[in-house]
């Protein structure tokens, strides 16, 4: 019954003690930061979104790739285009936020936004990107 318990209590044990060392090292807990990437039609046109997301400060930072080739099936059919990535730090917590933000104002039927976590870095950029971006 007890190794039943410990067993079934684990994963919370496991999380306070990832929460503490961050309090005590002063580094950021595994996973409450990501990287989204959205993609763009133009450059101009991620400018605009990037610049959008900033400004509800849904991000700390945003870097706009240049033009890529893209191949994708839509629709059935094989397509080409060129696209402009967006790579998008924020919190963990914010991405359902950041992502129906995007859908609202992206011009594409189904914009590809995929997030990432982040579980190391730089304890000072990280830390940088948890002081910029307010919590919910």
């Not at 990832?18 to 005590?24: D, F, G, H, N, Y």
């Not at 595994?30 to 991000?59: E, F, H, N, W, Y």
């Not at 914010?94 to 933000?101: C, D, G």
Request: glycine residues 4%; contains cysteine.
């Amino acid at each position: 019954e007890v190794l039943t318990l410990l067993l079934l209590m684990y994963p919370l044990l496991r999380g306070l003690a990832v929460q503490l060392r961050s309090a005590v090292t002063g580094s950021s807990v595994p996973g409450t930061l990501s990287i989204a990437l959205v993609s763009c039609l133009s450059q101009q046109m991620a400018r605009d979104i990037a610049r959008a997301i900033m400004d509800k400060r849904l991000a700390a930072h945003v870097n706009i790739l240049p033009e890529s080739s893209a191949l994708y099936f839509w629709k059935g059919e094989l397509e080409e285009s060129t696209e402009v990535l967006l790579l998008v730090k924020t919190r963990t917590s914010k991405i359902e936020e950041l992502s129906n933000y995007v859908r609202s104002i992206h011009p594409f039927e189904i914009p590809e936004i995929i997030s990432l976590p982040i579980d190391q870095g730089n304890p000072a950029y990280l830390k940088w990107i948890e002081e910029n971006v307010p919590r919910d």
